[in-house]
């Protein structure tokens, strides 16, 4: 079945930084654009970034410049590098496939906070 994990959240100062990773499997993993979204308390659910099979890049207009997405097709993972953090930022931030069916991971949470 489809599985996607996230991991790498934490607690950050302001001007931090963070590495999220999302690990997948069930599909064959190189052949779809990936997607990482983030909610925040209140607050719709918002897409940040997708990257496609290719490599090719979308971002936010609040993440861009700070925040790389990027994939490893061999060990079926996607990243978000998140730079210059700001508190802002703070959401539990989930990865996304879109099959027949969108899957989700459980997210994982982001605190920008001093």
């Known amino acids: 079945q489809v599985q996607l994990v996230e991991s790498g959240g934490g607690l950050v100062q302001p001007g931090g930084s963070l590495r999220l990773s999302c690990a997948a499997s069930g599909f064959t993993f190189s052949n779809y654009r990936m997607y990482w979204y983030r909610q925040a308390p209140g607050k719709e659910r918002e897409l940040v970034a997708s990257i496609s099979y290719a490599g090719s890049t979308n971002y936010v207009d609040s993440v861009k410049g700070r925040f790389t997405i990027s994939r490893d097709n061999a060990k079926k993972t996607v990243y978000l590098e998140m730079n210059s953090l700001k508190p802002e930022d703070t959401a539990v931030y989930l990865c996304?496939?879109?099959?027949?069916?969108?899957?989700w991971g459980q997210g994982t949470q982001v605190t920008v906070s001093s």
């Open positions: 996304n496939v879109r099959l027949s069916t969108i899957y």
